[in-house]
Structure formats: C-alpha cells, structure tokens
C-alpha cells in the first residue's frame, strides 16, 4: 500500500500547526528554578549578615551586591513567563490550577506587606517581587496567545520604559503613591523590596516569549527528558516546584538563626566602619573642605574612635552623652590636624 500523495496546494502541506507546549512537567524547569532560590538565599544572607552587623560592611548593598538582586529578580520573573506557557500547554485544569496560583501568590503578597508594615513602617513593602508576579500573571495572558513579534515588542518596550520616561521628562503625577508600583515616575520609594511592573513586567513577557519559542523544543530534548537522581538535584527540583513556600519560609529562618548567632558573639568589631569613613568624608566636603583633608581627618577619627574604645561602646549601643562630645571633640581634633598636615 503506497501512501497517500498530497497536493501542492495541500493546507497540511504549506501549513503545518505551530510547536506547542509541552503538557508534562519538565524537571529542568524546577531545576531552574530551584538555582534561582539558592541564589537568592544566598543573596538574603549576605543581606542578613550586613543587616545585623556580623559583618564588617553589608556587601548585598554594594554595586555588585544591587546587581546580583536584580539578576536574581529577573531571573525569577522570566521563569515566571516560561511557567505560564507550560501550564497552558496541560490544557486539562488550566484555568482551576492558574487561579488557586494566582491567589496564593497575592495572599502572600498581602501578608509580606502587613508583616513589614508592623516590623519595618518606614520601609515596609507594598510592591515587592510576589506583587510584581502577582500582576504580571494577569496582565501576561494576552501573551499567551499574542504573534510573537508583538510579544517582543511589548517585552522591549516595557523594559525601556523608565528609561524613555526619564528622557521625556516623567509627569509629576507618576509619582502620586498610588501609581509608584508602574516604576515610571523620578521617585525611588524607601522600602525593602520594590519591584515596580517597569521594567520588571518585560522580564515576564520575555519569558512567554522564552517558553513558546523553546519549551517545545525543550521537551523533545535529553535535557527535557533529564530527571533529578542525586540528592541534591532531587532537593533542588523539589525546592523548584513549591518555590512559594520556599520563598516565605527561608527569610524568616535565616533571620532567626542569625539574631542567635548575633545575641552570641555580638556585632563584628569592624562593623560599619566603611558607612561611617563615606558619611564622614561626604559631610567634610559639603563644608568646602578638599577630599584628600577630608580622607584624612576620617580615618584619623576612626582610630582614635577604636583606642579610646568608643566604636566598641557605639556598636553596642551603649554611647552615653559625655562620650559623644568626646567623640564630636575627635572629628575637630583630626580635622585641625589634618589641616595642618596638608598647609605644610
């Protein structure tokens, strides 16, 4: 029996159905995924450290530290569109399965922010990342669906956003507290996680672009076929698919883990002497003084600071008065001194 010919003008022929994506879970993305929550508990330690001064400087607020943040962040919210394709392609339950998601994340969302509003009112969240993938989860479903130039085009646009709002000159009513979670105003809130939807939506849309592009090509793949055998890949794919929990419960164990270790050994001897020698230099040279007397007279106050034993008695927080008009009768001392170490 010979197969059956079909026509040049065949439909089957000239248009074949596009890719879709796969309906199994694939353990490579919880793998993925299980990365980016090591990397960022990594990052919160280090945070953490900093934050309950076991450390000489916090080294998660340094330029390489606000870099591997938002790596981190980017990362998650572009796993974020990469799940959203795979779970549409189950068919079966999608839209069940997408809700009861959805409402765990903004109950979560909302109870970071009642916490932090209790614990830290000057700096509590209102839009950090689980808000930022809560929305991002509704407003990404015409992507879903969307022709992928279009999605592209939308990725690159929201991810310039706060770029071209600052070239054209931002309205003054972006920055209106209500609207402070688009990211588009001049304004950077005081708060401890604030992942505005521009440009950080783009990331999501550049993930459904990510997964509709290559998750079928994934699946048919080995390393689509690649499931965890040690213990740590099982331990990290496992981590992956229950991210949420992860999420919610690693901080607050870091956190009281460290505050033993701190009520222990006490702050790090050299804690904050960095802020203090940038503080010192900034405050100099907002009288006209040159920085390199600026340098100088820090770092002298500094030393002085330790001999006279009033850092230890600061980081303590056991500085009475008398020992700060001494400290206030050091910075002038080092300052003359370094005065007139440079007029000679």
């Excluded at 793998?31 to 916090?58: C, I, K, Q, S």
């Excluded at 164990?253 to 010192?280: C, D, I, K, S, W």
């Excluded at 009033?310 to 002038?332: E, F, H, K, M, V």
Aim: aromatic share 8%; net charge positive.
């Amino acid at each position: 029996m010979t197969a059956p010919q079909h026509r040049s003008g065949d439909p089957a022929i000239q248009n074949p159905p596009p890719p879709t994506a796969p309906a199994r879970r694939l353990a490579v993305i919880d793998l993925a995924r299980g990365v980016a929550l090591l990397a960022m508990a990594l990052y919160h330690l280090t945070w953490d450290l900093g934050f309950l001064r076991l450390t000489p400087e916090n080294a998660a607020l340094s330029p390489l530290g606000r870099a591997a943040a938002h790596g981190i962040a980017a990362s998650f919210l572009m796993l974020v569109g990469v799940s959203l394709v795979l779970a549409q392609g189950r068919k079966s339950g999608w839209w069940r399965s997408y809700l009861a998601r959805l409402g765990r994340i903004a109950l979560a969302a909302g109870a970071i922010s009642l916490a932090t509003s209790w614990l830290f009112p000057d700096s509590w969240i209102f839009f950090g990342i689980l808000h930022c993938i809560a929305l991002s989860s509704v407003l990404a479903l015409p992507a879903l669906k969307a022709p992928l130039p279009l999605v592209g085009l939308a990725a690159a646009l929201v991810l310039a956003g706060p770029t071209l709002a600052a070239r054209a000159g931002s309205p003054g009513f972006l920055d209106a507290p209500g609207l402070l979670f688009l990211g588009l105003g001049a304004t950077v809130p005081t708060t401890n996680d604030y992942v505005p939807l521009f440009p950080w939506f783009g990331f999501v849309l550049a993930g459904i672009g990510l997964g509709r592009i290559g998750l079928p090509r994934l699946a048919a793949s080995r390393a689509g076929a690649w499931a965890p055998r040690g213990g740590a890949g099982r331990l990290a794919t496992a981590a992956g698919r229950h991210s949420l929990a992860v999420y919610l419960l690693h901080q607050p164990l870091l956190l009281g883990l460290l505050y033993g270790v701190a009520a222990v050994t006490g702050p790090h001897p050299r804690a904050g002497e960095g802020q203090f020698l940038r503080e010192y230099r900034a405050n100099c040279e907002s009288y006209a003084m040159q920085p390199a007397i600026c340098r100088i007279a820090a770092r002298c106050s500094l030393v002085r600071l330790h001999d006279q034993g009033l850092w230890q008695r600061n980081l303590r927080g056991s500085l009475t008065l008398p020992d700060q008009a001494t400290a206030t009768g050091i910075y002038q001392e080092c300052l003359k001194a370094a005065l007139g170490e440079q007029g000679r």
